[in-house]
């Protein structure tokens, strides 16, 4: 079923069931009142990650409060995507649009990774998942990604499942056609590494090619930002899987 943008959603932590009430953050309390001016009996979208997208009404029991009260249930919860996206941090700006666009392009969990190259070692993860719950919130997801903690690309890939095949984009990477090696590999997990903007050094190259759970692949001629390359990479695996 497809999501209602007509309607404003919000995620919230609490359970949500038929007459649940549901007390908002003081943020979200604001930006309900506030900013888009909603009022008593404004119909909106909850959802939690956890138990599908719930009708809603809004109630207004004084100056700066406000609650909801959870009618029927609108969508049923998808499963969660399977897809672990791994990237190389970047810059605030950049970084922000990244993780978002890896929420509308059906990522399960998002991990930062430190290679030699990264330029931005240290992330906020507080941030990171509120873009991630802000982008679910705008595009529909319901199944928010988990966002988990940041770690070296060695230690990545030393604690690293085998039986989940690791997708390496890689600008030197032979072949023409990413999606024919895509489809090649079988079925199974997937997960997928995008470098930072100055890319992987050799030594990273030669270990991940090294290793037998990583393939890569060529995502084409041009030279292309990291996020870029993201968004690409993302649409490529996913269009190879059919979560598209």
């Known amino acids: 079923m497809r999501a209602n943008y007509r309607l404003q959603?919000?995620?919230?932590?609490?359970?949500?069931?038929?007459?649940?009430?549901?007390?908002?953050?003081?943020?979200?309390?604001?930006?309900?009142?506030?900013?888009?001016?909603m009022r008593e009996g404004s119909e909106l979208l909850v959802f939690n990650g956890r138990d599908g997208e719930w009708a809603a009404d809004l109630v207004v029991p004084g100056k700066k409060k406000a609650e909801l009260h959870v009618g029927s249930l609108v969508r049923p919860q998808p499963a969660a995507s399977d897809l672990v996206f791994c990237f190389a941090p970047l810059k605030a700006g950049r970084l922000d649009y990244l993780?978002?666009?890896?929420?509308?392009m059906g990522a399960g969990v998002i991990r930062p990774v430190t290679t030699q190259?990264?330029?931005?070692?240290?992330?906020?993860?507080?941030?990171?998942?509120?873009?991630?719950?802000?982008?679910a919130e705008q595009c529909g997801v319901l199944a928010v990604p988990a966002v988990e903690e940041t770690v070296s690309l060695d230690r990545l890939l030393a604690d690293w499942d085998p039986s989940r095949r690791l997708i390496f984009c890689d600008e030197a990477a032979e072949g023409d056609n990413p999606l024919?090696?895509?489809?090649?590999?079988?079925?199974?997990?997937?997960?997928?590494?995008?470098?930072?903007?100055?890319?992987?050094?050799?030594?990273?190259r030669h270990r991940l090619h090294a290793l037998p759970f990583v393939t890569a692949i060529w995502l084409g001629p041009r030279i292309l930002r990291a996020d870029t390359a993201a968004v690409a990479a993302l649409a490529v695996v996913q269009a190879s899987i059919g979560d598209w």
Do not use: C
């Open 9 to 37: 959603r919000l995620f919230v932590p609490d359970d949500l069931g038929p007459g649940a009430t549901v007390v908002p953050e003081p943020r979200q309390t604001h930006y309900l009142l506030n900013v888009m001016r």
């Open 99 to 104: 993780v978002q666009k890896a929420v509308e």
């Open 117 to 135: 190259h990264t330029q931005t070692p240290k992330v906020g993860l507080d941030r990171l998942r509120a873009n991630a719950i802000e982008a």
């Open 180 to 204: 024919a090696i895509l489809t090649g590999i079988g079925k199974g997990p997937l997960g997928l590494i995008v470098g930072p903007e100055g890319g992987f050094s050799d030594e990273e």
